[in-house]
């Protein structure tokens, strides 16, 4: 997860929210996998976000997508959906050395592909984040240089952003921003970077509507300075921010969602999904994809907190078969982070959650996998998110996927679903 922390040298400190963020969120759970590479990505949980409206949705089967409440009953888009195809990449035994992961942990994230300024990256599309940032020519610590590193010199579409727009010195200079990161798994950070727009194209599948490279024009973070924990870790050259207003550096301009709206107007829906099976993945923009499961109907729920610029529902309890570990008495929600690999959760309820979910590993017939009671995310109205014991297990069946959470004052009861 990221928290912008604006520190302008060459502009005034400005708002990170500089119009409203009206946006949905869909939650909706699918059958595991017979052997998920990932715990809870197994649930194929999916993040989805449309540029209008305020409510989320959940049904009771692990996907997620989201969509404008005023473009319910309206008619398809006249553009079929964008595809991105992602791979699940694993954290080098380095990095779990550096964050103290076992070394039989599987962590890995869903990377894929996308080109910016006519250079090719790797990059976590993620929901917990709100910004582009890649590492930049200028960085040269190990971190970068274990990297494809960003050049804007060699874009011709390249420009610096100076937020104030007062050229210096008879040009214009880019404004530089600091980015803090908190990475459950391995650790947190920091990003300080130059702010620059230019041509970002997502590498489509082929098959996929719309142009094979659908671009943009976009703002994004330069890195100058990357510290070595987590980033070091991290088996991908940036990453591509999903998250609402409130996670966005400066400025519309840096917002993607916003921006490839605004480039496809009104020929895709405004909305992703994210549908994951074992080592691959499907990302789609304007509308579900071919991996979705539509055989629920999704139930509508409001994200909670828009502000904080977080896909987050609330959650009413925390249940292990029928035993309520956690009456949520002083709230609780779920958070979607595409950039955590496990279960986060509030350090004071690990103890008891752990003792209630024993799992044992079955070798035979029917009981062949990881067995143990369900884990139950109460959502309200009747509806839960489920997470079967292969889920908050994992393959292995050993231990509980779980990270305890110490993450400061206004996170209080948040559950980072990874």
């Excluded at 240089?145 to 104030?164: F, G, I, K």
């Amino acid at each position: 997860m990221s928290t912008p922390e604006h520190q302008q040298t060459r502009s005034p400190k400005i708002p990170c929210r500089s119009f409203p963020a009206l946006l949905l969120l869909v939650l909706v759970s699918r059958p595991v996998s017979a052997n998920p590479l990932l715990g809870l990505h197994a649930l194929r949980a999916a993040a989805a976000a449309a540029m209008k409206g305020s409510a989320a949705a959940s049904d009771s089967k692990g996907a997620a997508t989201a969509t404008d409440a005023t473009a319910k009953g309206d008619a398809l888009a006249q553009e079929s959906p964008i595809v991105i195809k992602l791979w699940a990449s694993s954290v080098p035994v380095a990095g779990r050395l550096a964050a103290k992961l076992p070394l039989d942990a599987d962590e890995a994230f869903y990377v894929g592909k996308v080109n910016v300024g006519a250079q090719d990256f790797s990059v976590l599309f993620d929901t917990a984040a709100g910004n582009l940032i890649l590492p930049s020519a200028g960085c040269s610590n190990s971190t970068c240089l274990e990297r494809r590193r960003y050049t804007p010199r060699a874009s011709a579409s390249a420009r610096p952003v100076s937020l104030s727009k007062t050229p210096l010195a008879g040009a214009m200079a880019a404004d530089t921003i600091d980015i803090e990161f908190d990475q459950i798994e391995l650790g947190n950070g920091m990003v300080t970077g130059e702010l620059w727009r230019d041509t970002v194209c997502l590498q489509a599948a082929s098959g996929s509507g719309g142009s094979a490279m659908p671009c943009t024009d976009l703002g994004l973070v330069a890195a100058t300075e990357v510290s070595e924990v987590p980033f070091r870790s991290m088996p991908h050259d940036g990453m591509l921010g999903l998250g609402l207003d409130g996670l966005v550096a400066a400025s519309p301009l840096f917002s993607f969602m916003r921006r490839l709206s605004s480039t496809t107007g009104d020929r895709l829906q405004p909305q992703f999904t994210l549908a994951a099976r074992g080592p691959w993945a499907e990302l789609t923009f304007g509308g579900p994809g071919a991996a979705f499961s539509r055989a629920s109907p999704p139930v509508w729920r409001d994200v909670a907190r828009v502000e904080d610029g977080y896909w987050q529902v609330r959650i009413h309890s925390i249940r292990v078969g029928n035993i309520t570990v956690d009456h949520c008495e002083q709230g609780c929600r779920g958070i979607i982070d595409t950039g955590a690999a496990r279960l986060g959760v509030p350090a004071a309820t690990v103890p008891k959650l752990s003792a209630a979910i024993t799992a044992t590993m079955g070798t035979t017939g029917s009981g062949a996998g990881c067995s143990g009671p369900d884990l139950q995310l109460d959502l309200g109205a009747g509806e839960a998110l489920k997470l079967r014991a292969a889920d908050y297990y994992g393959p292995s069946c050993n231990s509980p996927r779980l990270t305890p959470l110490n993450l400061g004052e206004g996170f209080e009861g948040v559950i980072v679903l990874g």
